[in-house]
């Protein structure tokens, strides 16, 4: 089903941007915005299949994925970066993203309009995210990256994929009825 | 076998020890003077020393020994059991753990001992002494064996003779032959040593570097009875033939020998004496022409019976002793009962029986996928096919799962030591009662669900029973009691946990929830709402705990472990006369029978077990609306969730008024009416976790995936139950529980 399995580059020196001159980063689309992410988080990208809703979460969690046999769960970006929810097409993919907490690793899917290609930007060509002017959270941001004299936005997969905030799967007003009035049941 | 292993395997040993010691000491607390039990308590701490010496952790063997040398003398009666006795060798026993857990996890044995460690330990042991004196002997080398105990020979010649074959495999079994002969030289002096060479190591093609082909003779002088000595190599009895000598008379050698046999050369009693010598072939082969010759003569039905046994014509004819003969049939009998044994258990480690247990559950998966996959494409023939293999399949399932089925007693039983320990320290008489111990669970689950009983007994004890002059003040034997009883029912074990204390003031709770704001002075609550209040995050804390007549240490903690394997607590309690909590937890946490239904695009699970029944809703159907909330099935009013409302995942293609589903389901003593578009019928259940991102989401218990490989989510009723009433409740409804 169109694969495009990519080599996890976990080697530290490949991240360090001192003995690394250039980093790979990916880029996709999500509400006509080419966004670009480091590519060491990413392990796979696949095309859409079924996403079987989660009831009673918020719009950021898509749902979750047969992937293989096991049940992964998918983040709608467009909803997590306050774009609104992603609408299926064709070109619709998810990218499978590992995320450490503590000594796990869980793996996320990233639901996104359009993958686009793999980019080289080199380490001068990387600058501080702005501090305002931006639709997208701050703390989303990693940095800005400078392509064809373009800034693309660096996300912070550690923000953006939290897994303490995506957890507290707020939204849920049920939640905090629960956790007041505990015990009946 | 690593030599990690080797350790893994003492402390998996020293742990059994231990846990049998403790038993044991339980046991002489009722009855001081039981043997079994004096026996035990002896034999763990020999055997942890003997171990211990293999592995050169001398502070081990230097601790045990003395309490070990204590209990000989309590055995033969030289010193008499008292409790302050016993309850030093419970403190000894702790210790015994303490010490072996910072030994083994110090890099080398030869790390010096905390010396903290060292310290209470020689405190312990001077405890031991009766006369207050320290009795610390110095290990082991003054073990002379008891006088008073006439199971052992005396030691007439001063040279034993140790023979030790190695195996080839001792190597790669992480066994050091030359620790055994060290540890030997620190209980006496090794006057000679041979060492023999396997005929094995000078075959030209056969040397293999990595296998041992050490035989070792030794000729050893020391203080020491043959148990101290077997002691020395019982960690080594699978890798070496052992055979331990008394230079004593040619019998008392043909004896000794009889009962180092190994297993696997136990045959017929002839070939048996043959082989160790005390019999020729010829006098064997005599002695067979004579029971040959008898049999002969009787018919040959009744053969077997009429048969004389070999060892009679041999001593008939007088070439052998009785005793010696008598000693050969006991090793006879003694490897036939263990080879049974062994035949009755095997121990597997827990992870390969969980990898099975996954595997399974794929192939569950995969038949279901099979399933699918023959129904479109229509090919009848094969349907009768399919049912075979998914028969075998939920066999299998229930087979493998069974194999992680244990008994909760095991578990139940180190309770008593809590018990015990607690109700000393608060100075509180308090009885354990344990019932059920039998009923049979994962022991995953049964490993989760211990943190959570501690926590309810602890509650029981600390806060639950009071003092014996409260109690005789209130009327109420000075013993109190905490019983702890187990049962199946419907797919679930249920452990209940009760006690005959002071019991829970609801009106304190009451007071206490309004005061942090949990609930509002003009709520209405039921009594078992209130009761309930205190499994509420909020009155957790210990100090509200103890103004509120006790309980509620953790309590929300304990609801949260449980509901975290699908359980769930209830709790009464009458106020003067005692609480009781109730746990239901689902019997295993990977397969489960469950029934799949729609609503909405969606399919949902509901565990087959919660199933009461399902009724089509319709006119027909004797199901009417009673309220917005309640349905009256043939009499009864039930409660009713429309999954496609709570989920707002109605289907806007499905026309209105189509005809709708009622399942019935059922959690603790509740009963609830799920509303669904559609039945689709029962299915084994792989319950996949959903992962950390849901691990805050309630009422969804997992995901499984189905044969078309889509996912369906598993619903956890009482949670949805619970669900439903907090929006009913904010919508401004008054609360009910059914």
Known sequence: ?????????????????????????????????????????????????????????????????????????????????????????????????????????????????????????????????????????????????????????????????????????????????LGGADGES | MSLDSAREAFLAEVAELLQSMEDALLALEDDPKDPESLNEVFRAMHTIKGTGGVFGYDSIVDFTHTVETLMDQVRSGQVPLTRPLIAALFECRDHTARLVEAIVEASTPEAPLDPELARAGDALLAQLSPSGKAARATAPSTAAPSAADPKYLPVVSDLWMITLKFKHDTFRDGMDPLSFLRYLGSLGDLVHVTTLLDPEATREDGFDPESCYLHFGIGFRGEVDKPTLAGVFEFADQDCEIRILEPDTAQSKYLELLAAVP???????????????????????????????????????????????????????????????????????????????????????????????????????????????????????????????????????????????????????????????????????????????????????????????????????????????????????????????????????????????????????????????????????????????????????????????????????????????????????????????????????????????????????????QVAECVEMGAASGIKRHGEHYINLRGEVLPFIRLTELFENADPRRRAGRRESLVVVRFGHHKMGLVVDALLGELQTVIKPLGKVFERLRGVAGATILGTGDIALILDVAELAAIAEGQRDSAGKRPVVT
């Open chain 1, 1 to 177: 089903m169109g694969e495009m399995v990519l080599s996890n580059r976990t080697s530290a020196a490949a991240h360090s941007e001192v003995d690394d001159e250039v980093t790979q980063y990916l880029t996709f689309a999500v509400s006509d915005e080419r966004l670009a992410m480091s590519i060491d988080a990413v392990k796979e990208i696949i095309e859409t299949p079924a996403v079987t809703r989660v009831p009673m979460t918020p719009d950021y969690i898509r749902g979750v994925i047969n992937l293989r046999g096991s049940v992964v769960p998918v983040i709608d970006l467009g909803a997590r970066l306050g774009r609104g929810p992603v609408v299926l097409t064709k070109r619709s993919c998810i990218v499978l993203v590992e995320v450490h907490v503590g000594d796990e690793a869980h793996v996320l899917g990233m639901l996104v309009d359009e993958v686009k290609n793999i980019l080289e930007i080199a380490r001068e060509d990387i600058k501080p995210p702005p501090e305002f002017g931006s639709e997208i959270r701050t703390d989303f941001i990693e940095a800005m990256g400078r392509v064809d004299e373009v800034f693309v936005i660096i996300l912070s997969v550690d923000h953006v994929l939290s897994m303490q905030e995506l957890a507290a799967l707020r939204r849920l007003s049920q939640e905090a009825a």
């Open chain 2, 263 to 609: 297993d696997d050369q136990v045959g017929w009693i002839g070939d048996l004496l043959l082989r160790i010598g005390a019999l020729t072939q010829g006098e064997l082969d005599r002695a067979l022409e004579t029971q040959a010759a008898e049999s002969g003569e009787a018919s040959d039905g009744e053969e077997a019976e009429r048969k004389r046994r070999i060892g009679e014509i041999l001593i008939e004819q007088g070439s052998i002793k009785p005793a010696v003969v008598e000693q050969a049939a006991r090793t006879q009998e003694a490897v036939r009962t263990r080879r049974q044994e062994e035949a009755h258990f095997i121990r597997v480690d827990a992870q390969r029986l969980g990898h099975l247990i996954d595997l399974i559950g794929e192939l569950v998966t995969s038949s279901a996928a099979i399933r699918v996959l023959v129904k479109r494409a229509g090919v009848e023939d094969m349907n009768e096919v399919i049912d075979g293999v998914e028969y075998l399949v939920s066999e299998i399932r229930d087979n493998a799962l069974q194999l992680r089925m244990v008994p909760i007693g095991e578990s139940l039983s180190r309770f008593k030591r809590v018990v015990r320990d607690a109700s000393r320290e608060l100075s509180k008489e308090i009885e354990l009662v344990i019932t059920g111990g039998e009923t049979e669970l994962d022991k995953t689950v049964v490993e989760k669900m211990i943190d959570p009983l501690t926590h309810l007994i602890r509650n029981a004890i600390d806060h639950g029973i009071e003092t014996p002059e409260v109690r005789r003040s209130h009327g109420k034997p000075s013993q109190g009691t905490v019983r702890i009883n187990a049962y199946h029912d419907s797919g679930h074990i249920v452990v209940e946990i009760a006690d005959d204390g002071a019991g829970l003031d609801a009106e304190r709770i009451r007071a206490k929830a309004e005061a942090v704001g949990l609930v509002k002075s003009d709520d209405v609550l039921t009594r078992e709402e209130t009761l309930r209040l205190i499994f509420a995050a909020g009155l957790s804390t210990k100090e509200q705990a103890t103004n509120l007549s006790g309980r509620g240490v953790g309590m929300d903690v304990v609801r949260r472990n449980i509901e975290a394997l699908r359980g769930t607590v209830e709790l009464d309690s009458h106020l003067g006369e005692g609480t009781l909590v109730t746990i239901v937890l689902p019997l295993t946490l990977a397969i489960i029978d469950g029934f799949l239904v729609s609503a909405g695009p969606d399919q949902y699970v509901i565990p087959l077990a």
